[in-house]
């Protein structure tokens, strides 16, 4: 799976609020903080580990919205991947997104980053060119079928001049080495997108933070460095 349990390094969260409106998630952090990040999910959605995550980020001053694209559809039956794709393909993406764009600018949004599905999300924000700093965690650039579909990443990238970072793994099973590979390859020709893949990772790398194994690790470390340094600034170029 990508991601679930909560992680030792990240702190629990001491409060979240839930909100409803243009999209529908928990709040974190200081509601008048001027650094406003939006996480978006992964398929299981606003589990442990992203609460973990987004406490982090609030109790670094920033005011947080980890966003719920599963609303209204249900908790899972069980904790595996075909329920947590099952549930997926009835969230219409397009219409999705449409609405948590709406939600950045109204919301003053400054950051969004997006993991596995959520990172699919990031590229389609980069192409909407919207104007916020984006960071994207194993995002699928050949898209992922949906009854009300997204264009594909690789169709567009070339076009794209909104700036946005995506961290990959070299050894990510979900989203296929094969595919991993055709993104590095044509890199040089998306100068909009600031591609990172560690050669020995696999899909989901963040929550190794805990790992005991220090090349796992040291992954995760720098992963988290480089979110760090996008998303914790209290301003945005707009």
């Keep these: 799976m990508c991601h679930g349990a909560a992680v030792r390094s990240f702190p629990s969260p001491t409060r979240d609020e839930p909100f409803e409106g243009l999209v529908h998630g928990f709040r974190f952090g200081d509601p ?3 650094n406003h990040i939006a996480v978006l999910p992964d398929i299981y959605g606003c589990n442990p580990f992203y609460r973990g995550l987004s406490e982090r980020f609030a109790q670094r001053g920033a005011r947080v919205s980890l966003v719920d694209p599963f609303y209204g559809l249900g908790d899972l039956p069980e904790v595996t991947r075909e329920a947590a794709f099952a549930r997926r393909h009835k969230v219409p993406d397009k219409k999705f997104i449409e609405q948590f764009e709406q939600f950045c600018v109204v919301e003053r949004v400054t950051g969004v980053i997006g993991f596995c599905l959520g990172g699919l999300y ?7 060119d919207l104007p916020v700093a984006l960071v994207g965690l194993y995002g699928f650039p050949q898209g992922m079928p949906n009854a009300d579909p997204l264009p594909v990443p690789f169709d567009y990238l070339a076009h794209v001049s909104r700036p946005f970072t995506m961290l990959m793994g070299a050894q990510d099973i ?13 890199s040089p020709s998306a100068p909009a997108m600031d591609l990172t893949v560690y050669e020995n990772a696999g899909h989901g ?13 040291d992954v995760a470390v720098d992963a988290l460095r480089r979110i760090d340094a996008l998303l914790l600034r209290s301003t945005v170029e707009r």
């Design 32 to 34: 008048a903080a001027t």
């Design 122 to 128: 990031v590229f389609e924000l980069a192409r909407r």
């Design 174 to 186: 979900s989203v296929g080495p094969d595919i991993v590979a055709r993104l590095s390859a044509i």
């Design 205 to 217: 790398f963040l929550p190794l933070i805990d790992s005991e194994d220090s090349c796992e690790r």
